[in-house]
């Protein structure tokens, strides 16, 4: 009776055991030579590059109605003056970062987990490392690089993008200049408000890569078991990169303590 009330916390407890030691290695092996430079170039060509259209279109649609919303609430304050300006903190301090992270959790995590799943399940990785190929750092480690880089660029490009569709609101209701809509969005941001919320992407590329690589790379089950890697690999980096981000923002509150001002 003890033992089957103890299994699933043993259970839960060697899984977080197995994807910590995972994400160790992943990190370890970054910054240790020899580096896979085309494929890592490959790898941000198509999880970097190829994701910036459905980032760009979302930051569009997300700044339109961030806009809407936001006059809204100052039109009753008569402050319609300062809707650049708080659409702009707002996107760069919390919304353009965590919507990317998460649109990049589907779309990144789904095809990695579902890539890696399927060459497990069909040998491939066996295969090459029968090959004396290391395949740890040939699709693990190139993958996580990839992210980390990516995920910064492609959140600077989701703010850009969330501008430009406030402009295009708030020019169809008030018919605001594009200079001074870009004067007010900047006027109250500064490296400090830019800065530590976009460099906290590169932790969530890299939740996003480790663990979609981890349930790719301990697949089994055939076909059935790349489909549970590819829906995994989205619903649990999705979570961590929510609850990360609680922890990073409160890390950011006490270093940069200017931001929560």
């Known amino acids: 009776m003890t033992e089957r009330s103890e299994s699933p916390v043993v259970s839960l407890l060697a899984a977080a055991g197995a994807?910590?030691?995972?994400?160790?290695?992943?990190?370890?092996?970054?910054?240790?030579?020899?580096?896979?430079?085309?494929?890592?170039?490959?790898?941000?060509?198509?999880?970097?590059?190829r994701s910036a259209p459905l980032i760009a279109v979302s930051g569009v649609a997300v700044g339109v109605v961030l806009s809407m919303h936001t006059r809204a609430s100052l039109e009753r304050f008569g402050a319609e003056s300062m809707i650049p300006a708080g659409l702009a903190i707002a996107l760069v301090r919390e919304t353009g970062p965590l919507?990317?992270?998460?649109?990049?959790?589907?779309?990144?995590g789904a095809g990695i987990g579902?890539?890696?799943?399927?060459?497990?399940?069909?040998?491939?990785?066996?295969?090459?490392?029968?090959?004396?190929?290391?395949?740890?750092?040939?699709?693990?480690?190139?993958?996580?690089?990839?992210?980390?880089v990516?995920?910064?660029i492609l959140t600077t490009?989701?703010?850009?993008?969330?501008?430009?569709?406030?402009?295009?609101?708030?020019?169809a209701v008030s018919g605001m200049s594009l200079t001074m809509y870009f004067d007010r969005s900047f006027s109250l941001i500064g490296l400090s408000d830019y800065v530590p919320a976009t460099v906290k992407t590169m932790v969530f590329g890299?939740?996003?890569?480790?663990?979609?690589?981890?349930?790719?790379?301990?697949?089994?089950?055939?076909?059935?078991?790349?489909?549970?890697?590819?829906?995994?690999?989205?619903v649990l980096s999705?979570?961590?990169?929510?609850?990360?981000?609680?922890?990073?923002?409160?890390l950011i509150f006490f270093i940069f303590p200017e931001v929560a001002r």
């Open 19 to 49: 994807v910590w030691l995972f994400m160790w290695k992943a990190a370890r092996e970054v910054i240790v030579p020899p580096f896979e430079v085309r494929e890592t170039i490959r790898q941000l060509y198509e999880l970097g590059l």
């Open 99 to 108: 919507t990317a992270g998460l649109l990049l959790s589907g779309r990144i």
């Open 114 to 148: 579902a890539e890696l799943g399927a060459m497990r399940v069909t040998e491939q990785i066996d295969a090459l490392e029968a090959t004396a190929v290391d395949a740890f750092r040939y699709l693990v480690v190139t993958r996580v690089v990839a992210c980390v």
């Open 150 to 152: 990516a995920l910064p």
């Open 157 to 171: 490009l989701m703010n850009f993008a969330g501008m430009l569709g406030g402009y295009l609101a708030e020019s």
């Open 206 to 234: 890299f939740i996003i890569a480790t663990m979609s690589s981890y349930l790719g790379f301990t697949t089994e089950s055939g076909t059935e078991g790349v489909g549970r890697a590819s829906t995994r690999a989205v």
């Open 238 to 250: 999705s979570i961590l990169i929510i609850v990360s981000n609680v922890v990073l923002v409160r």
